[in-house]
């Protein structure tokens, strides 16, 4: 993707920060193609956006976490922001604690569901101590517009006295919500209840966890309810981890297999319960064959990889996408088709990248997988996402398109340029076939002390007709088709970037300016034969620096 500028379009008073656009913002190539970037000033002023919902107009509704405030951002399809709003969820007595940001539903009238947790606040010197030995789930129904319409609440027992074994003392327990389904005439609630290490960083790793789940209507009245007791949650509180088997009328949860060090099995657990939250039984994929390693260890940790997200499909398996550690050597993203007892069926392995203390591959955080239509399904990851400037002058999510059977499609690389940071935390498909992405970034050359948040929508088109799909290893621009004939056609987002073909003598035959998405060259004149091209950029200082360049055959 081409570099940045800091062209200041729009002031946003309400949190007070710039909204600036990417140089390729100033050319809107399609009305379904867009890009924003937020100047957030530090780490702590940035967005972490966990969710995107479209609308039934088109429109998108984006989620996040801003000062342990809820944050939503409302963009039309062509990219303008419409509103935005902050929502405070602070309670006396109470502490918000939803890691992987507030979940939210949309309603049937155009309006939104959000559910917030609150743990009481145990310390006795804290200001804000109120005595309170209950936790809350609290649901606020809001309309289209993000206005308040009613708030209900439930309250979750815990126990008020610490834990103890024989050598590790334990916090007060405390829950956070997971998974919350719509059913059509009310929601399903998955929530986890975990101690943690009073005198550490490192909490579940010895246990002391349940599982709950509740059935409500849409008043949050409990219809009925089941529970798991086991060694740990793992933190594994996410929005797609209890998945709803419609053909046998079951749920099934999954849950990683191994946090910390060696203490327990590595690969993940599936646990499945019939509609009543019964318990039936188990199933655990341990190592998993086929995806070209030997130990596999999904984790859901920043510190080595994030976004273990399962989604269900019509042939009624299940698709997860995840970072995982394989072995001792490598990180990577892997793509796993696994039926209803944990077999694995079919995988995918992406982005392996040698383990360091610079780089690692991540993939987006709450989200990295998905689809409206099984035939276009959409997985991303970042190799050397970390802290690469010396070993890796770019920093590149790969979107991968691929269909229920995991075929390959199709692959395009978002590239965000020379010693970048980039934390991707979602992935969405969208009802036009293409897909959006969210995240943010900072230069380490450049200016190591802002961060920015991006938000970026690719149109189906960008999926659509490359039939070389980087198979060289390109990571920003392809030429297709190849072999061609009359047309070449060069897809960048590169911008102020210079093309340059040659023949096979070395021959300059043709140059010109890249100022779109797709470039499309007129080769009806041109013999039969290999050609040579090249991409570069211009700039004052060292005047056209080659960036890529790849063969074409006419």
């Not at 309810?225 to 709803?244: A, D, F, M």
């Not at 269900?312 to 990180?331: D, E, F, L, P, V």
Request: with cysteine.
């Amino acid at each position: 993707m081409q570099s940045l500028t800091t062209k200041k379009i729009q002031t946003m008073k309400k949190l007070s920060f710039i909204l600036i656009l990417f140089f390729s913002s100033n050319i809107m190539f399609s009305q379904n193609e867009f890009e924003y970037v937020y100047e957030s000033s530090d780490f702590n002023n940035i967005i972490e956006i966990t969710d995107i919902l479209e609308m039934d107009n088109g429109d998108f509704m984006v989620f996040g976490i801003k000062f342990d405030h809820n944050y939503f951002g409302r963009f039309s399809n062509s990219g303008e922001l419409l509103y935005e709003k902050l929502i405070n969820n602070s309670v006396p007595g109470y502490y918000h604690i939803n890691h992987e940001g507030s979940p939210i539903i949309k309603s049937k009238d155009g309006g939104f569901y959000i559910f917030t947790n609150l743990n009481p606040i145990y310390d006795t010197n804290d200001i804000n101590y109120q005595g309170y030995f209950e936790a809350k789930i609290v649901m606020d129904k809001l309309d289209e517009n993000l206005e308040l319409i009613y708030s209900k609440e439930m309250t979750i027992p815990l126990d008020s006295t610490i834990i103890c074994d024989e050598t590790i003392l334990y916090d007060y327990p405390e829950i956070e919500i997971g998974t919350v389904l719509d059913e059509g005439d009310g929601f399903v609630i998955c929530y986890e209840k975990y101690a943690e290490e009073a005198y550490g960083s490192s909490p579940h790793i010895y246990g002391f966890d349940s599982t709950f789940f509740i059935k409500t209507d849409y008043d949050l009245n409990i219809l009925k309810s089941g529970s798991l007791g086991h060694l740990k949650c793992n933190e594994l509180r996410h929005r797609n981890h209890l998945l709803y088997d419609e053909e046998d009328d079951e749920y099934l949860y999954y849950t990683s297999g191994e946090w910390n060090g060696s203490h327990y099995k590595k690969g993940f657990y599936l646990y499945r319960f019939d509609s009543d939250f019964n318990y039936i039984g188990e199933h655990y994929l341990s190592n998993t064959n086929g995806t070209g390693v030997n130990s596999i260890h999904y984790q859901d940790g920043d510190y080595l990889t994030s976004g273990i997200t399962f989604k269900r499909t019509s042939s009624n398996t299940t698709i997860m996408m995840a970072g995982a550690k394989c072995g001792q050597r490598y990180t990577a993203a892997i793509c796993l088709e696994i039926n209803d007892e944990a077999k694995m069926l079919d995988s995918i392995t992406f982005a392996k990248n040698e383990i360091s203390s610079t780089n690692k591959t991540t993939v987006p955080r709450y989200g990295s997988i998905d689809w409206t239509d099984e035939n276009r399904i959409f997985i991303g990851a970042t190799s050397n996402s970390y802290y690469s400037p010396i070993l890796n002058d770019h920093q590149y999510l790969t979107i991968r398109m691929i269909n229920k059977d995991l075929n390959i499609l199709d692959e395009l690389y978002y590239d965000l340029g020379k010693t970048s940071a980039l934390w991707t935390t979602t992935l969405k498909a969208t009802q036009d076939g293409g897909c959006m992405i969210a995240g943010h970034f900072y230069y380490y050359d450049k200016d190591p002390d802002t961060y920015y948040n991006v938000i970026k929508k690719f149109p189906p088109e960008a999926f659509d007709d490359i039939k070389e799909a980087h198979a060289h290893g390109l990571k920003y621009a392809v030429a297709y088709p190849n072999p061609g004939g009359d047309i070449l056609n060069i897809r960048t987002g590169l911008r102020n970037a210079v093309l340059s073909v040659y023949d096979i003598n070395g021959k300059k035959i043709h140059e010109q300016e890249i100022t779109d998405d797709v470039t499309s060259v007129d080769a009806s004149k041109w013999q039969s034969g290999t050609y040579v091209w090249r991409l570069g950029v211009r700039s004052a200082e060292l005047g056209v620096k080659e960036m890529e360049s790849g063969k074409w055959v006419k």
